[in-house]
T-cell receptor
Framework: QKEVEQNSGPLSVPEGAIASLNCTYS??????FFWYRQYSGKSPELIMS????GDKEDGRFTAQLNKASQYVSLLIRDSQPSDSATYLC???????????FGKGITLSVRP | DGGITQSPKYLFRKEGQNVTLSCEQN?????MYWYRQDPGQGLRLIYY???????QKGDIAEGYSVSREKKESFPLTVTSAQKNPTAFYLC???????????FGSGTRLTVV
């Protein structure tokens, strides 16, 4: 069973701080990685995708991928209360046509 | 605007009753998916379909059924065999795996 794991939460940071969310995956053949944001009672929304080793920046968000360590992370700079949500990490698989999701980590940004 | 429409937003089911959740997309995506979300459980795959008239079981297909008669539509039936159906149900689609899923707004099913 291919797995995506997100480290334990919830995570609480003060407004303006950097929030660091981590994720590991077990399928060495995974090529595409995604971060989804899910507000309470709403459906997940894609906020970042990453395919190559290194960093990918989009506004206050930076996704990082290290395929050798099978590790994906999401950094949120200048965290805002509106960033308070559950963040889901997902990866594709070599032999299947679906994404595997982690259980998510809940971020709370304190004003 | 293109997107995925799930209906109804809220659904109440009596014990022993079958109910059908609707999922329609106008994105021209080939692949469609049904997930179930329970608190603290993450997303669990129920069924998925890559082309019309074909679908595969996911990790928790027991007690559920689907059909894919049209590219745009992928309805999910929660049967009376599903003993604990109370959950948030999400439909998703994608043009290719590397693009990631687009999700519908979800249906919250409650057993009464």
């Amino acid at each position: 069973q291919k797995e995506v794991e997100q480290n334990s939460g919830p995570l609480s940071v003060p407004e303006g701080a950097i929030a660091s969310l981590n994720c590991t995956y077990s399928d060495r053949g995974s090529q595409s990685f995604f971060w989804y944001r899910q507000y309470s009672g709403k459906s997940p929304e894609l906020i970042m995708s990453i395919y190559s080793n290194g960093d990918k920046e989009d506004g206050r968000f930076t996704a990082q991928l290290n395929k050798a360590s099978q590790y994906v992370s999401l950094l949120i700079r200048d965290s805002q209360p509106s960033d308070s949500a559950t963040y889901l990490c997902a990866a594709d698989g070599v032999a299947n046509s679906k994404l595997t999701f982690g259980k998510g980590i809940t971020l709370s940004v304190r004003p | 605007d293109g997107g995925i429409t799930q209906s109804p937003k809220y659904l109440f089911r009596k014990e022993g009753q079958n109910v059908t959740l609707s999922c329609e997309q106008n994105l021209n995506h080939d692949a469609m998916y049904w997930y179930r979300q329970d608190p603290g459980q993450g997303l669990r795959l129920i069924y998925y379909s890559q082309i019309v008239n074909d679908f595969q079981k996911g990790d928790i297909a027991e007690g559920y059924s689907v059909s894919r008669e049209k590219k745009e539509s992928f309805p999910l039936t929660v049967t009376s065999a599903q003993k604990n159906p109370t959950a948030f149900y999400l439909c998703a689609s994608l043009p290719a795996l590397s693009y990631g899923y687009t999700f519908g707004s979800g249906t919250r099913l409650t057993v009464v």
